[in-house]
Protein backbone atom coordinates (compact mmCIF):
# COMPACT_ATOMS: atom_id res chain seq x y z
CA UNK A 1 0.00 0.00 0.00
CA UNK A 2 1.06 3.13 -0.83
CA UNK A 3 1.15 6.60 1.16
CA UNK A 4 -1.25 8.23 -0.01
CA UNK A 5 -3.62 4.97 0.26
CA UNK A 6 -2.65 4.40 3.80
CA UNK A 7 -3.28 7.82 4.66
CA UNK A 8 -6.57 7.56 2.89
CA UNK A 9 -7.44 4.46 4.53
CA UNK A 10 -6.53 5.64 7.63
CA UNK A 11 -8.79 8.83 7.24
CA UNK A 12 -11.80 6.87 6.05
CA UNK A 13 -11.10 4.49 9.41
CA UNK A 14 -11.35 8.06 11.38
CA UNK A 15 -14.56 9.03 9.84
CA UNK A 16 -16.35 5.50 10.86
CA UNK A 17 -15.14 5.92 14.44
CA UNK A 18 -16.49 9.04 14.68
CA UNK A 19 -19.17 8.77 12.91
CA UNK A 20 -20.23 5.60 15.41
CA UNK A 21 -19.21 7.84 18.55
CA UNK A 22 -21.30 10.92 17.42
CA UNK A 23 -23.83 8.07 17.08
CA UNK A 24 -23.70 6.71 20.80
CA UNK A 25 -23.30 10.43 21.97
CA UNK A 26 -26.67 10.35 20.42
CA UNK A 27 -28.29 7.76 22.37
CA UNK A 28 -26.53 8.80 25.63
CA UNK A 29 -27.88 12.25 25.35
CA UNK A 30 -31.26 10.94 24.58
CA UNK A 31 -31.08 8.72 27.24
CA UNK A 32 -30.11 11.68 29.99
CA UNK A 33 -32.94 13.23 28.24
CA UNK A 34 -35.53 10.15 29.07
CA UNK A 35 -34.30 9.82 32.47
CA UNK A 36 -34.65 13.74 33.41
CA UNK A 37 -37.77 14.06 32.02
CA UNK A 38 -39.59 11.18 34.43
CA UNK A 39 -37.27 12.12 37.43
CA UNK A 40 -38.12 15.86 36.65
CA UNK A 41 -41.94 15.14 36.68
CA UNK A 42 -42.12 15.55 40.26
CA UNK A 43 -40.90 19.04 40.88
CA UNK A 44 -43.89 21.94 39.78
CA UNK A 45 -40.48 24.16 38.76
CA UNK A 46 -39.79 22.26 36.04
CA UNK A 47 -43.84 22.20 34.55
CA UNK A 48 -42.83 26.31 34.61
CA UNK A 49 -39.99 25.43 32.19
CA UNK A 50 -42.23 23.73 29.81
CA UNK A 51 -44.61 26.36 29.45
CA UNK A 52 -42.90 28.91 27.22
CA UNK A 53 -41.60 26.20 24.96
CA UNK A 54 -45.49 24.55 24.38
CA UNK A 55 -46.20 28.25 23.38
CA UNK A 56 -43.06 28.34 21.01
CA UNK A 57 -43.89 24.74 19.53
CA UNK A 58 -47.10 24.70 19.57
CA UNK A 59 -48.59 27.82 19.22
CA UNK A 60 -46.31 29.86 17.11
CA UNK A 61 -45.96 26.79 14.79
CA UNK A 62 -49.63 26.47 14.08
CA UNK A 63 -50.30 28.83 10.94
CA UNK A 64 -47.69 27.47 9.19
CA UNK A 65 -48.68 23.85 10.05
CA UNK A 66 -52.31 25.23 8.72
CA UNK A 67 -51.09 26.54 5.46
CA UNK A 68 -49.12 23.22 4.86
CA UNK A 69 -51.94 21.29 5.48
CA UNK A 70 -54.50 23.00 3.30
CA UNK A 71 -51.85 23.13 0.32
CA UNK A 72 -51.05 19.72 0.46
CA UNK A 73 -54.67 18.45 0.60
CA UNK A 74 -55.28 20.89 -2.61
CA UNK A 75 -52.36 19.67 -4.50
CA UNK A 76 -53.18 15.77 -3.87
CA UNK A 77 -56.51 16.68 -5.25
CA UNK A 78 -55.71 19.00 -8.07
CA UNK A 79 -53.27 15.86 -9.05
CA UNK A 80 -55.54 12.96 -8.71
CA UNK A 81 -58.89 14.39 -9.88
CA UNK A 82 -58.83 14.14 -13.69
CA UNK A 83 -57.46 10.54 -13.52
CA UNK A 84 -60.32 9.89 -11.67
CA UNK A 85 -63.00 11.08 -12.98
CA UNK A 86 -61.44 9.80 -16.68
CA UNK A 87 -62.83 5.95 -14.93
CA UNK A 88 -65.55 7.76 -13.83
CA UNK A 89 -64.79 7.51 -10.04
CA UNK A 90 -64.57 10.95 -9.16
CA UNK A 91 -66.69 10.60 -6.29
CA UNK A 92 -64.07 8.44 -4.38
CA UNK A 93 -61.48 11.28 -4.75
CA UNK A 94 -62.41 12.02 -0.54
CA UNK A 95 -61.01 8.33 0.49
CA UNK A 96 -57.84 9.38 -1.74
CA UNK A 97 -57.34 12.70 -0.86
CA UNK A 98 -58.06 12.23 3.01
CA UNK A 99 -56.23 8.64 3.46
CA UNK A 100 -53.05 10.30 1.89
CA UNK A 101 -53.69 13.27 4.28
CA UNK A 102 -54.28 11.56 7.60
CA UNK A 103 -52.23 8.68 7.02
CA UNK A 104 -48.78 10.36 5.91
CA UNK A 105 -48.59 13.56 4.42
CA UNK A 106 -50.17 15.34 7.40
CA UNK A 107 -48.18 13.51 9.65
CA UNK A 108 -44.75 13.88 7.90
CA UNK A 109 -45.47 17.27 6.22
CA UNK A 110 -46.30 18.34 9.94
CA UNK A 111 -42.97 17.12 11.07
CA UNK A 112 -41.20 18.72 8.59
CA UNK A 113 -42.38 21.93 9.39
CA UNK A 114 -41.42 21.48 12.41
CA UNK A 115 -38.12 20.44 11.63
CA UNK A 116 -37.60 23.62 9.73
CA UNK A 117 -39.28 26.01 11.73
CA UNK A 118 -38.68 24.66 15.68
CA UNK A 119 -35.30 22.50 15.25
CA UNK A 120 -33.70 24.95 13.16
CA UNK A 121 -34.43 27.79 16.18
CA UNK A 122 -34.16 25.09 18.92
CA UNK A 123 -29.90 24.54 17.41
CA UNK A 124 -29.40 27.95 16.82
CA UNK A 125 -30.73 29.17 20.60
CA UNK A 126 -28.73 26.26 22.48
CA UNK A 127 -25.40 26.50 19.59
CA UNK A 128 -25.41 29.94 20.63
CA UNK A 129 -25.75 28.98 24.30
CA UNK A 130 -22.56 26.72 23.96
CA UNK A 131 -20.26 28.67 22.47
CA UNK A 132 -21.31 31.66 24.62
CA UNK A 133 -20.38 29.71 27.97
CA UNK A 134 -24.10 30.09 28.58
CA UNK A 135 -24.42 25.97 29.24
CA UNK A 136 -20.89 25.44 30.55
CA UNK A 137 -22.09 28.30 33.60
CA UNK A 138 -25.21 26.13 33.80
CA UNK A 139 -23.29 22.88 34.72
CA UNK A 140 -20.68 25.37 36.79
CA UNK A 141 -23.97 26.35 39.42
CA UNK A 142 -24.70 22.94 39.76
CA UNK A 143 -27.33 22.76 37.21
CA UNK A 144 -27.75 20.11 34.60
CA UNK A 145 -28.62 21.70 31.26
CA UNK A 146 -29.97 18.72 29.88
CA UNK A 147 -32.97 19.11 32.84
CA UNK A 148 -32.80 23.06 32.09
CA UNK A 149 -32.62 23.13 28.80
CA UNK A 150 -33.49 20.37 26.88
CA UNK A 151 -35.64 18.05 28.32
CA UNK A 152 -39.07 20.56 28.29
CA UNK A 153 -38.12 21.29 24.38
CA UNK A 154 -37.64 17.92 23.46
CA UNK A 155 -41.13 17.23 25.93
CA UNK A 156 -43.26 20.04 24.01
CA UNK A 157 -42.03 18.60 20.59
CA UNK A 158 -42.87 15.12 21.54
CA UNK A 159 -46.10 16.52 22.93
CA UNK A 160 -47.42 19.28 20.47
CA UNK A 161 -46.16 17.34 17.05
CA UNK A 162 -48.93 14.59 17.31
CA UNK A 163 -51.78 17.81 18.17
CA UNK A 164 -50.79 19.62 15.17
CA UNK A 165 -50.77 16.76 12.89
CA UNK A 166 -54.06 16.99 13.43
CA UNK A 167 -54.29 20.41 12.39
CA UNK A 168 -52.32 19.34 9.61
CA UNK A 169 -55.17 16.63 9.03
CA UNK A 170 -57.89 19.47 9.36
CA UNK A 171 -57.02 21.32 6.80
CA UNK A 172 -55.65 18.96 4.47
CA UNK A 173 -58.99 17.04 4.47
CA UNK A 174 -60.56 20.44 3.95
CA UNK A 175 -58.31 21.59 0.91
CA UNK A 176 -58.68 18.66 -0.76
CA UNK A 177 -62.56 19.08 -0.40
CA UNK A 178 -62.27 22.76 -1.41
CA UNK A 179 -60.55 21.81 -4.66
CA UNK A 180 -62.67 18.70 -5.93
CA UNK A 181 -66.43 19.79 -4.93
CA UNK A 182 -65.67 23.83 -5.34
CA UNK A 183 -63.28 23.67 -8.15
CA UNK A 184 -63.88 20.43 -10.17
CA UNK A 185 -67.71 20.21 -9.78
CA UNK A 186 -67.81 16.60 -7.52
CA UNK A 187 -70.46 15.94 -4.96
CA UNK A 188 -70.20 16.60 -1.73
CA UNK A 189 -72.12 14.03 -0.34
CA UNK A 190 -70.46 11.39 -1.59
CA UNK A 191 -67.38 12.89 -1.58
CA UNK A 192 -67.68 12.42 2.13
CA UNK A 193 -69.46 8.91 2.12
CA UNK A 194 -66.41 7.35 0.75
CA UNK A 195 -64.33 9.37 3.15
CA UNK A 196 -66.25 7.91 5.60
CA UNK A 197 -65.91 4.39 4.39
CA UNK A 198 -62.32 4.68 3.66
CA UNK A 199 -60.34 6.62 6.98
CA UNK A 200 -60.77 4.56 10.32
CA UNK A 201 -60.11 5.92 13.22
CA UNK A 202 -56.86 3.71 13.32
CA UNK A 203 -55.49 5.89 10.45
CA UNK A 204 -55.92 8.45 12.31
CA UNK A 205 -54.66 6.96 14.99
CA UNK A 206 -51.80 5.97 12.86
CA UNK A 207 -50.55 9.70 12.00
CA UNK A 208 -51.20 10.51 15.61
CA UNK A 209 -48.78 7.76 16.63
CA UNK A 210 -45.93 8.73 14.11
CA UNK A 211 -46.46 12.52 15.44
CA UNK A 212 -44.96 11.34 18.39
CA UNK A 213 -41.96 9.72 17.41
CA UNK A 214 -41.15 12.86 14.66
CA UNK A 215 -41.30 15.49 17.45
CA UNK A 216 -38.92 13.40 19.93
CA UNK A 217 -37.13 12.82 16.74
CA UNK A 218 -36.61 16.70 15.87
CA UNK A 219 -36.55 17.81 19.49
CA UNK A 220 -33.38 15.53 20.20
CA UNK A 221 -31.74 15.67 17.00
CA UNK A 222 -31.90 19.76 16.83
CA UNK A 223 -31.00 19.85 20.89
CA UNK A 224 -28.23 17.72 20.32
CA UNK A 225 -26.56 19.32 17.45
CA UNK A 226 -26.83 22.61 19.10
CA UNK A 227 -25.67 20.86 22.16
CA UNK A 228 -22.33 19.75 20.86
CA UNK A 229 -21.68 22.32 18.36
CA UNK A 230 -18.46 23.63 16.94
CA UNK A 231 -17.36 27.20 18.25
CA UNK A 232 -18.09 30.10 16.42
CA UNK A 233 -20.67 31.60 14.09
CA UNK A 234 -19.96 29.00 11.26
CA UNK A 235 -20.43 26.06 13.97
CA UNK A 236 -23.30 27.32 14.94
CA UNK A 237 -24.57 27.76 11.08
CA UNK A 238 -23.58 24.49 10.16
CA UNK A 239 -25.20 22.69 13.50
CA UNK A 240 -28.88 23.86 12.32
CA UNK A 241 -27.96 23.02 8.73
CA UNK A 242 -26.91 19.31 10.54
CA UNK A 243 -29.78 19.79 12.62
CA UNK A 244 -32.30 20.30 10.02
CA UNK A 245 -31.11 17.76 7.41
CA UNK A 246 -30.78 14.83 9.77
CA UNK A 247 -34.11 15.54 11.47
CA UNK A 248 -35.90 15.34 7.93
CA UNK A 249 -33.56 11.94 7.30
CA UNK A 250 -34.71 11.01 10.54
CA UNK A 251 -38.43 11.56 9.93
CA UNK A 252 -38.75 10.00 6.71
CA UNK A 253 -37.09 7.00 8.21
CA UNK A 254 -39.31 6.53 10.91
CA UNK A 255 -42.16 7.05 8.49
CA UNK A 256 -40.97 4.27 6.97
CA UNK A 257 -40.22 1.93 9.63
CA UNK A 258 -43.76 2.86 11.25
CA UNK A 259 -45.90 2.48 8.44
CA UNK A 260 -44.51 -1.00 7.81
CA UNK A 261 -45.19 -1.77 11.75
CA UNK A 262 -48.76 -0.21 11.44
CA UNK A 263 -49.61 -2.06 8.43
CA UNK A 264 -48.65 -5.04 9.51
CA UNK A 265 -50.71 -4.23 13.03
CA UNK A 266 -53.87 -3.59 10.80
CA UNK A 267 -53.70 -6.87 8.85
CA UNK A 268 -53.38 -8.11 11.93
CA UNK A 269 -56.58 -6.89 13.61
CA UNK A 270 -58.71 -6.00 10.59
CA UNK A 271 -57.34 -8.09 7.54
CA UNK A 272 -56.47 -6.35 4.40
CA UNK A 273 -59.07 -3.58 3.49
CA UNK A 274 -59.74 -2.53 0.02
CA UNK A 275 -60.08 0.99 -1.37
CA UNK A 276 -61.80 0.69 -4.46
CA UNK B 1 -17.61 12.47 55.38
CA UNK B 2 -14.43 10.94 56.00
CA UNK B 3 -12.26 13.19 54.63
CA UNK B 4 -12.60 15.89 56.69
CA UNK B 5 -11.34 19.25 55.06
CA UNK B 6 -8.80 20.42 56.88
CA UNK B 7 -8.15 23.98 57.23
CA UNK B 8 -4.79 25.29 56.38
CA UNK B 9 -4.29 22.51 53.15
CA UNK B 10 -4.60 23.35 50.07
CA UNK B 11 -8.20 23.84 49.23
CA UNK B 12 -7.71 22.93 45.80
CA UNK B 13 -5.42 20.28 44.19
CA UNK B 14 -4.35 19.34 40.43
CA UNK B 15 -1.91 16.24 40.40
CA UNK B 16 -0.58 15.19 37.12
CA UNK B 17 -3.19 16.57 35.36
CA UNK B 18 -3.37 16.25 31.11
CA UNK B 19 -5.28 17.06 28.82
CA UNK B 20 -5.54 16.79 24.75
CA UNK B 21 -7.90 17.44 22.43
CA UNK B 22 -7.66 15.79 19.84
CA UNK B 23 -3.75 15.34 18.93
CA UNK B 24 -3.26 18.78 20.40
CA UNK B 25 -1.81 18.16 24.50
CA UNK B 26 -2.94 21.52 26.17
CA UNK B 27 -2.02 20.60 29.68
CA UNK B 28 0.85 18.20 29.78
CA UNK B 29 1.29 16.80 33.80
CA UNK B 30 0.25 20.03 36.02
CA UNK B 31 0.59 19.81 39.21
CA UNK B 32 -0.54 22.51 41.62
CA UNK B 33 -2.06 23.48 44.52
CA UNK B 34 -3.66 26.41 45.86
CA UNK B 35 -4.43 27.66 49.45
CA UNK B 36 -7.17 28.57 51.06
CA UNK B 37 -7.89 32.54 51.20
CA UNK B 38 -5.34 32.86 48.59
CA UNK B 39 -5.43 34.81 44.96
CA UNK B 40 -3.28 32.93 42.80
CA UNK B 41 -3.15 34.38 39.34
CA UNK B 42 -2.38 32.31 36.24
CA UNK B 43 -0.16 33.67 33.47
CA UNK B 44 0.58 32.44 30.25
CA UNK B 45 0.41 33.18 26.28
CA UNK B 46 -3.05 32.90 24.55
CA UNK B 47 -3.34 28.99 23.84
CA UNK B 48 -1.15 27.73 26.78
CA UNK B 49 -4.19 25.72 28.70
CA UNK B 50 -5.22 28.97 31.11
CA UNK B 51 -8.94 28.32 30.45
CA UNK B 52 -8.63 24.42 30.30
CA UNK B 53 -6.95 24.92 33.64
CA UNK B 54 -9.96 27.07 35.10
CA UNK B 55 -12.49 24.29 33.77
CA UNK B 56 -11.22 21.55 34.94
CA UNK B 57 -10.97 22.95 38.89
CA UNK B 58 -15.02 22.34 38.36
CA UNK B 59 -14.55 19.64 36.21
CA UNK B 60 -16.40 21.14 33.85
CA UNK B 61 -13.74 19.70 31.92
CA UNK B 62 -11.96 16.59 32.65
CA UNK B 63 -8.48 15.32 32.73
CA UNK B 64 -7.08 12.64 30.45
CA UNK B 65 -5.12 11.83 33.44
CA UNK B 66 -3.79 12.62 36.90
CA UNK B 67 -6.36 13.74 39.07
CA UNK B 68 -7.98 16.77 40.83
CA UNK B 69 -8.84 17.45 44.55
CA UNK B 70 -11.67 20.16 46.20
CA UNK B 71 -11.04 20.32 50.07
CA UNK B 72 -9.48 16.64 49.93
CA UNK B 73 -12.14 14.91 47.88
CA UNK B 74 -11.61 13.79 44.91
CA UNK B 75 -13.56 15.35 42.42
CA UNK B 76 -12.47 14.36 38.12
CA UNK B 77 -14.05 11.40 38.24
CA UNK B 78 -17.69 12.21 39.62
CA UNK B 79 -20.65 12.22 37.68
CA UNK B 80 -22.61 15.79 37.10
CA UNK B 81 -24.93 14.95 39.79
CA UNK B 82 -22.65 14.39 42.72
CA UNK B 83 -20.74 17.49 41.54
CA UNK B 84 -23.69 19.58 42.57
CA UNK B 85 -22.21 19.96 46.01
CA UNK B 86 -19.07 20.80 45.41
CA UNK B 87 -20.31 23.24 42.40
CA UNK B 88 -22.21 25.18 44.54
CA UNK B 89 -19.38 26.27 46.52
CA UNK B 90 -17.63 27.60 43.34
CA UNK B 91 -18.20 30.66 41.57
CA UNK B 92 -17.46 30.94 38.23
CA UNK B 93 -16.62 33.97 35.87
CA UNK B 94 -16.49 33.23 32.71
CA UNK B 95 -14.58 34.99 30.03
CA UNK B 96 -17.53 35.71 27.73
CA UNK B 97 -19.91 36.83 30.46
CA UNK B 98 -22.37 33.81 30.07
CA UNK B 99 -25.34 35.74 31.36
CA UNK B 100 -28.68 33.73 30.28
CA UNK B 101 -29.40 36.63 27.71
CA UNK B 102 -33.21 35.27 28.13
CA UNK B 103 -33.60 36.64 31.25
CA UNK B 104 -33.11 39.99 33.16
CA UNK B 105 -30.61 41.00 35.07
CA UNK B 106 -32.14 40.44 38.60
CA UNK B 107 -32.85 36.73 37.41
CA UNK B 108 -29.28 36.06 36.37
CA UNK B 109 -28.09 36.60 39.55
CA UNK B 110 -31.22 35.24 41.42
CA UNK B 111 -31.15 31.65 39.37
CA UNK B 112 -28.18 29.95 41.14
CA UNK B 113 -30.39 31.42 44.55
CA UNK B 114 -33.90 29.64 43.29
CA UNK B 115 -31.69 26.66 41.81
CA UNK B 116 -30.44 25.95 45.46
CA UNK B 117 -31.61 27.64 48.39
CA UNK B 118 -35.16 27.90 49.50
CA UNK B 119 -35.93 31.59 49.71
CA UNK B 120 -38.47 33.81 49.82
CA UNK B 121 -39.23 36.08 46.92
CA UNK B 122 -38.43 38.90 49.33
CA UNK B 123 -35.07 37.69 50.60
CA UNK B 124 -33.90 37.12 46.93
CA UNK B 125 -34.99 40.87 45.80
CA UNK B 126 -32.53 41.51 49.21
CA UNK B 127 -29.66 39.07 47.71
CA UNK B 128 -30.05 40.23 44.45
CA UNK B 129 -29.59 44.06 45.37
CA UNK B 130 -27.01 43.49 47.76
CA UNK B 131 -24.84 41.58 45.58
CA UNK B 132 -25.44 44.30 42.60
CA UNK B 133 -24.27 47.45 45.61
CA UNK B 134 -21.47 45.00 45.83
CA UNK B 135 -20.34 45.53 42.12
CA UNK B 136 -21.57 49.12 41.83
CA UNK B 137 -25.31 48.33 39.63
CA UNK B 138 -28.04 48.23 42.15
CA UNK B 139 -30.79 49.79 40.32
CA UNK B 140 -30.26 47.65 37.16
CA UNK B 141 -32.31 44.99 37.92
CA UNK B 142 -34.98 44.88 35.44
CA UNK B 143 -32.41 45.32 32.05
CA UNK B 144 -31.60 42.72 29.81
CA UNK B 145 -28.08 41.60 29.49
CA UNK B 146 -27.87 42.46 25.84
CA UNK B 147 -28.56 46.37 26.72
CA UNK B 148 -25.38 46.15 29.18
CA UNK B 149 -21.96 47.36 28.05
CA UNK B 150 -18.99 44.81 28.60
CA UNK B 151 -17.96 45.77 31.95
CA UNK B 152 -21.11 45.75 33.33
CA UNK B 153 -21.44 42.63 31.75
CA UNK B 154 -18.15 41.24 33.70
CA UNK B 155 -19.76 43.05 37.18
CA UNK B 156 -23.34 41.63 36.73
CA UNK B 157 -21.81 37.70 35.62
CA UNK B 158 -19.85 38.77 38.72
CA UNK B 159 -22.45 39.22 40.68
CA UNK B 160 -23.52 35.93 39.76
CA UNK B 161 -21.00 34.07 40.55
CA UNK B 162 -21.21 35.36 44.20
CA UNK B 163 -24.59 34.93 44.66
CA UNK B 164 -24.40 31.71 46.88
CA UNK B 165 -21.16 33.03 48.63
CA UNK B 166 -19.06 31.00 47.28
CA UNK B 167 -15.46 29.52 48.86
CA UNK B 168 -13.93 30.07 45.63
CA UNK B 169 -14.12 32.12 42.80
CA UNK B 170 -12.46 31.45 39.42
CA UNK B 171 -11.99 34.20 37.01
CA UNK B 172 -11.72 33.42 32.99
CA UNK B 173 -9.93 36.70 32.01
CA UNK B 174 -12.20 39.38 33.84
CA UNK B 175 -10.38 42.41 32.38
CA UNK B 176 -9.95 41.30 28.99
CA UNK B 177 -11.80 43.36 26.27
CA UNK B 178 -12.24 46.14 28.73
CA UNK B 179 -10.51 49.31 29.13
CA UNK B 180 -7.81 50.50 31.51
CA UNK B 181 -10.15 51.97 33.94
CA UNK B 182 -13.07 49.41 33.44
CA UNK B 183 -10.36 46.73 33.91
CA UNK B 184 -9.19 48.85 37.00
CA UNK B 185 -12.42 48.41 38.40
CA UNK B 186 -12.50 44.77 38.11
CA UNK B 187 -9.12 44.59 39.69
CA UNK B 188 -10.59 46.47 42.74
CA UNK B 189 -13.61 44.19 42.61
CA UNK B 190 -11.35 40.92 42.82
CA UNK B 191 -9.81 42.68 45.67
CA UNK B 192 -12.97 43.77 47.57
CA UNK B 193 -14.31 40.17 47.63
CA UNK B 194 -11.35 38.83 49.16
CA UNK B 195 -11.66 41.46 51.64
CA UNK B 196 -15.15 41.10 52.25
CA UNK B 197 -16.12 37.48 51.36
CA UNK B 198 -12.90 35.85 52.24
CA UNK B 199 -12.51 34.16 49.20
CA UNK B 200 -9.93 31.98 47.62
CA UNK B 201 -9.81 33.08 44.14
CA UNK B 202 -8.21 32.01 40.89
CA UNK B 203 -7.16 34.66 38.47
CA UNK B 204 -6.53 33.39 34.90
CA UNK B 205 -5.09 36.29 32.65
CA UNK B 206 -2.72 38.12 30.35
CA UNK B 207 -3.05 41.21 31.73
CA UNK B 208 0.05 42.16 34.45
CA UNK B 209 -1.12 45.24 35.55
CA UNK B 210 -4.53 43.10 36.86
CA UNK B 211 -1.98 40.17 37.68
CA UNK B 212 0.15 42.32 40.03
CA UNK B 213 -2.80 44.04 41.49
CA UNK B 214 -4.43 40.93 42.61
CA UNK B 215 -2.16 38.62 42.94
CA UNK B 216 0.03 36.73 46.56
CA UNK B 217 0.96 34.39 44.07
CA UNK B 218 1.82 34.15 40.36
CA UNK B 219 1.72 31.00 38.41
CA UNK B 220 3.05 30.87 34.63
CA UNK B 221 1.83 28.11 32.30
CA UNK B 222 3.49 27.73 29.35
CA UNK B 223 3.82 24.40 27.19
CA UNK B 224 1.14 22.29 29.18
CA UNK B 225 3.27 23.06 32.30
CA UNK B 226 3.96 25.26 35.68
CA UNK B 227 7.08 27.26 34.43
CA UNK B 228 7.17 29.75 36.98
CA UNK B 229 5.60 30.24 40.44
CA UNK B 230 6.18 32.81 43.01
CA UNK B 231 4.86 36.16 44.36
CA UNK B 232 4.50 39.16 42.19
CA UNK B 233 7.73 40.17 43.59
CA UNK B 234 9.97 37.37 42.13
CA UNK B 235 8.31 38.30 38.67
CA UNK B 236 9.22 41.68 38.54
CA UNK B 237 12.70 40.59 39.67
CA UNK B 238 13.68 37.51 37.91
CA UNK B 239 16.18 36.39 35.26
CA UNK B 240 14.53 34.07 34.04
CA UNK B 241 14.36 34.90 30.08
CA UNK B 242 11.18 33.07 29.62
CA UNK B 243 9.00 34.74 32.47
CA UNK B 244 10.68 38.22 31.35
CA UNK B 245 9.84 37.68 27.61
CA UNK B 246 6.15 37.53 28.63
CA UNK B 247 6.06 39.58 31.33
CA UNK B 248 7.38 42.78 29.70
CA UNK B 249 5.41 41.67 26.71
CA UNK B 250 8.72 41.68 24.29
CA UNK B 251 8.56 39.40 21.28
CA UNK B 252 11.60 38.08 20.15
CA UNK B 253 13.59 36.86 16.72
CA UNK B 254 11.06 33.79 16.85
CA UNK B 255 7.89 35.19 17.05
CA UNK B 256 8.73 37.57 14.68
CA UNK B 257 10.06 35.15 12.24
CA UNK B 258 6.48 34.85 11.23
CA UNK B 259 5.68 38.17 9.98
CA UNK B 260 8.64 37.45 7.69
CA UNK B 261 7.51 36.57 4.41
Redesign the interface.
Known amino acids: MSQTEANLAFRAGQRITNGVDAFGDFWLFAWRTAVWTFRGMGRRQNWWLLMPELFEVGYKSLPVILITGAFVGMVIAVQAIEQFRAVGLEERMGAVVNLSVVRELGPVLAGIMLAGRIGGALTAELGTMNVTEQIDALRSMGVDPVRYLVVPRVLACFLLTPILTLYADLTGSLGGWFVSVFQRGVDSGPYWDYTEQAVDNFDLFSGLFKGFFFGAALGLISCYKGFFCKPGAEGVGRACTEAFVTSFIAILALDYVLAVFLQAVSEKLWGFRSLL | MSTKPSDNGPIIELRKVSKRFGSLPVLDGVDLALLRGQTTVVIGESGTGKSVLL?HI?A?LRPDGGEVYFRGERIDDKS??Q???A??R?G?L???S????SMTVAENIA??I???AACSKEEIDEIVAEKLRLVGLDGLQSRKPGELSGGQKKRVALARAIALNPEVVLYDEPTTGLDPVRADVINELILRLRRSLDVTSVVVTHDMTSAYKVADRIVMLQGGKVIADGTPEYFKTTKDARVRRFVDGKADAEDLSVLDM
Not at chain 2, 98 to 101: I, M, Q, Y
Request: glycine share 0%.
Open positions: KVLEALVARRFFFQLALFDFPTEH
